[in-house]
């Protein structure tokens, strides 16, 4: 991309000559070397522009001026703002250009910024940096594993991702604990829920053995609840005094099964 020489000093309009010989010199829309955005309009410009520099006889002397010049804005010699950033860092860090006045030394080899940098910049990484990295790594989860939840809530929603199908995966631990006591995730889901502890074992029903959707699971008074022979049955199992609407409920089926050879309701 040019600027009018005529308004640079004598000095340096000799340097700046092959801007003369630019294709965009003589362009009838420079604003295209500038062109940003998202917009079709803008990435069209940009690609002439583009196909303009690859043919222009200046190109490389274009390329190297925006690069040791540091030129922050438009595109120069074919190549975008973002494209001489990514070329200077890769100088920089092979120590082929400085870094910029006032930006931060390179980290040192041995430190988790270095290894970022390695990634970044697609180099082979050392020992060094990688154990560095490992090192961060693990802090990192410690501290992660420390954060306490809130709320029961609060653990949950961490813990959980949105499956295909409606369904709901855990990511957390097996046996997620809060306030001292450990649960299992089915049961977590179930009491942020309903408000309220599990009776007996909490399942899901969606067929989807994983999920922990609050609305797929169901505790045993659930599946079997008071008021049927289910649940009748379900006090039994869990040893303990069956509740009155339970016992109505088995002996009304008792007396069905005696009288009509079947503990279903006839249809009336
Ligand atoms: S390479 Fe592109 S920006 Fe540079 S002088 Fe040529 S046309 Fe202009
Ligand atoms: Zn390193
Ligand atoms: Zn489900
Ligand atoms: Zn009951």
Redesign the pocket.
Known sequence: ??TSTDTLPAAQRKTTDW?LQ???STHPDPDI?HATGATTQSRSDLDEAKA??NS?P??QI?QDWALTNREAYG????LTEGERRRILRIRIADGLAEPRKGSRPRAACGTPSAYDRHIKLREPVDDACRAAHARASAEQRARASQQKPASLEALFKAHTKRLYGGHLAWTGPVKPSFKGRSYNPKQVAFIIDRGREPVGRVLNDCGNSECVLPGHVADDSERTPCGTRYGYQRHRKNGEDACDACRKANSDADNRLRRTGTTKQLAA
């Open positions: 991309m040019t801007r630019g294709a965009c070397w303009l520099c222009c200046v190109r274009c595109l120069w010699g074919g």
